[in-house]
């Protein structure tokens, strides 16, 4: 009986531990500085939400509703993988969008599981009836007391397979129409960063690496897709020349189906001059 008892609590004890590095939902802020934000930008706060492949936190997505409601975005951030090619279901995440759409302007890039979903037409126009501004390699302008800065977001290079990723980015951002406005971009992958540093965009906000699925403490992130083994990119604010990326755990998971010392992340980027 007592090997029961000692079993059952290892069990639970796993079970808990698995159940909170998956469900607990940790809000991560950074602050990002530059000296080409325009002054009417200065403490404007957004919320980046990546990579929720259909995840559910809470009924209605309620938890993490109320995480972005107490982070009183002024912009919202979706980049990528909103839903999950392998067991697509858009209602799960249209319910999320239903409810950030009422807090402040939401913008969307696609990632590499809605092209694998062969569902973009729908999923884009089901977000953009919701008011979604859906970025397909353009651009739309953010006004604000007389200032402005571009919020420009790229396709994934999935798209098309037969075109080397650098040279599809590449072009996308060209088809983009950057311009020497301060641009924020959306791109889902943060392993073509020495690409956006080349065109000097100036913040750009990517997903795609899931944290490296399995964080070893005090080493990092384990795998991530793009990556490979041991990636150098897999969470925080990184910079090359004149070019910050800020880069998202993310909130659910794909092929490995849990996260471990990994918790799920919203992000909080407050704009700062520097």
């Known amino acids: 009986m007592k090997r029961l008892v000692v079993l059952a609590i290892f069990i639970l004890s796993v079970w808990g531990f698995i159940w909170g590095n998956n469900n607990w939902i ?7 500085e530059s000296e080409g934000l325009p002054a009417a930008f200065e403490g404007a706060k957004i919320i980046q939400i990546s990579d929720l492949h259909n995840a559910s936190f809470g009924d209605a997505q309620e938890r993490l509703i109320s995480k972005v409601e107490d982070a009183e975005p002024d912009a919202i951030f979706l980049t990528g993988d909103l839903v999950d090619s392998n067991r697509y279901d858009l209602d799960v995440s249209l319910t999320l969008v239903d409810a950030l759409v009422e807090m402040s302007d939401v913008y969307y890039v696609i990632g590499n599981h809605e092209v694998a979903s062969n569902k973009i037409d729908e999923i884009n126009r089901e977000l953009e009836n919701r008011g979604v501004k859906v970025l397909m390699n353009d651009s739309v302008k953010w006004e604000k007391e007389g200032d402005t800065i571009e919020i420009a977001g790229i396709v994934d290079p ?8 650098e040279e599809f980015t590449r072009q996308s951002l060209t088809e983009s129409g950057l311009s020497d406005n301060f641009t924020l971009l959306l791109a889902h992958r943060p392993e073509m960063f020495s690409i956006y540093a080349e065109e000097e965009v100036d913040v750009v906000f990517a997903g795609h690496a ?5 964080r070893i403490p005090g080493l990092g992130g384990l795998i991530a897709p793009g990556q490979g083994w ?4 897999t969470t925080g604010v990184f910079q090359k020349d004149r070019t910050q990326l800020v880069l998202s755990r993310g909130l659910g998971n794909s092929t490995f189906p849990v996260r471990i010392f990994n918790l799920p992340e919203i992000v909080v980027v407050t704009l700062e001059k520097a």
């Open 26 to 32: 940790q809000t991560t802020e950074y602050t990002v």
């Open 158 to 165: 999935l798209l098309n397979p037969h075109l080397p990723e």
């Open 210 to 214: 899931h944290g490296g699925q399995i």
């Open 230 to 233: 041991f990636p150098l990119m």
